[in-house]
C-alpha cells in the first residue's frame, strides 16, 4: 500500500484528494521506484487545481518530477537499489507521476541519480533547474557568452528564473532580473543578479523594435513580456524560451528576427533525448553549491501539496518546493 494525490473527474467535475492506494493499481512500466521526493511545479499546480488542460487520462497521479530508488525492475539498466531521476516524458499528465510513494515508469524515462546530490537536493532542482541549465546550454551553443554583455532573466522569483539567476552568475554573465514582487530584490541580489527591473516594463504591449538592451535572455513568462524581451535585445543575441505564465500566445512582429538577427530558442524539456538530459545534469552538478540549494528551497509533506497549488498559481511560492514522501 502507499500514498498518492489522485486527480479523477466525475460528471465533469475535478477532484482531488490523498489516496491510498495497492501496488496492484500502478500502472504498466518496468521499472518500480519508491518515491523519496517529488516537487510541485508551476504545471503541477494547474493539474491539481484543474486551471490548466495538463491532465490528459483520468484518473492521474500528478508529479512531474521524481527521485527515489529502484524497488523492482525488468530492465537490465536498472536494478533494485539504484538511485534514479525523473523529469518529464509526460509523467503526471498521461502517466502516474511522482507525486506519490511509489512509481511505476518505462526504464528510458530515467536516468541515474548523479552522485553529486540526494534525491532531495535532485528534486530542489528538478525540471526548473534542469530547464534552467538547458536554457544556458541554448546561449552557450548561439555565442552569447559573458563578454558579449548582459542577461536577462523573467520570472526571475520563480523556480526557473531562480536557477537560471544562478547558474548565469556562477558563469560570470552579468544577469538583470525582471520581477513583479520588488520586496525580493534581496533574494534575487543573493542568487547573483545584479540589475533588478520590473516585470511592468515588459508586460504590456510594446513596440516591433525597442532599444537594445541585453545580449541574450531566459524567458519563462511568454506573451506581450517574450514579444519586448526581443524587440530589446541586441543585435546577433539570442532569447531562451522555455515557459508561459503570461500566456502561449507571442504577439510579435519579424523586426527582431529579420533587422536584428535575433535567434528565438525553444527549450524542451519533456521529451529531451536521454544524452542531453545527462549532459545537463552533469553541469547541474558542477555548477551547483548544494548547500546553496536551500536559500531557494521549501520541503512539504505530500499531504500539503494540494493546497500549496493555489499559492504557487497566485504566484505566492518562492523558488523551489520539495515534496517529501518521509
Known amino acids: ?83 534514479v531521476l525523473l523529469n518529464g516524458w509526460g509523467v503526471g499528465e498521461t502517466h502516474w507521476g511522482g507525486l506519490a510513494e511509489k512509481a511505476r515508469l518505462e526504464s528510458r524515462w530515467l536516468i541515474p541519480l548523479p552522485a553529486a546530490f540526494s534525491a532531495r537536493q535532485a528534486m530542489a532542482i528538478g525540471t ?47 544577469v538583470i532580473a525582471a520581477t513583479g514582487r520588488p520586496q525580493e530584490a534581496d533574494y534575487l541580489r543573493g542568487l547573483g543578479a545584479q540589475d533588478i527591473i520590473d516585470r511592468g516594463e515588459l ?44 500566456g502561449m500566445d507571442l504577439p510579435a512582429t519579424v523586426a527582431p528576427f529579420i533587422l536584428r538577427g535575433v535567434t528565438l530558442a525553444g527549450i524542451d524539456s519533456v521529451m529531451k533525448p536521454r544524452p542531453e538530459r545527462i549532459e545537463a545534469w552533469r553541469r547541474l552538478g558542477e555548477l551547483l ?3 546553496a540549494l536551500e536559500a531557494i528551497t521549501q520541503t512539504i509533506g505530500l499531504e500539503e501539496a494540494i493546497g500549496k497549488a493555489e499559492e504557487l498559481l497566485k504566484g505566492r511560492v518562492r523558488g523551489r518546493l520539495v515534496v517529501s514522501m518521509a
Open 1 to 83: 500500500m502507499f500514498k498518492a494525490i489522485m486527480i479523477d473527474k466525475q460528471e465533469g467535475a475535478q477532484r482531488v484528494g490523498l489516496r491510498t492506494l495497492d501496488d496492484s493499481q500502478l500502472p504498466e512500466g518496468e521499472v518500480t521506484v519508491r518515491v523519496e521526493c517529488s516537487t510541485l511545479n508551476y504545471k503541477d499546480a494547474l493539474a491539481i487545481t484543474g486551471k490548466g488542460p495538463v491532465v490528459r487520462q483520468f484518473p492521474m497521479v500528478p508529479g512531474i518530477d521524481l527521485a527515489g530508488t529502484v524497488e523492482a525492475s525488468t530492465a537490465d539498466e536498472f536494478q533494485p537499489g539504484d538511485a
Open 203 to 246: 508586460s504590456e504591449p510594446g513596440r516591433p523594435l525597442a532599444k537594445e538592451r541585453w545580449a541574450g535572455a531566459i524567458d519563462s513568462v511568454g506573451s506581450h513580456t517574450l514579444a519586448n524581451v526581443l524587440a530589446s535585445t541586441q543585435y546577433g543575441g539570442t532569447v531562451a524560451a522555455c515557459g508561459l505564465a503570461q
Open 128 to 174: 526548473a533547474g534542469y530547464t534552467a541549465m538547458l536554457a544556458v546550454m541554448a546561449l552557450e551553443r548561439h555565442g552569447v557568452l559573458p563578454e558579449r554583455g548582459d542577461v536577462l532573466v523573467t520570472g526571475a522569483n520563480g523556480g526557473v528564473g531562480s536557477y537560471a539567476i544562478a547558474l548565469l552568475a556562477r558563469l560570470g554573465y552579468r
Open 289 to 291: 553549491d548544494p548547500a
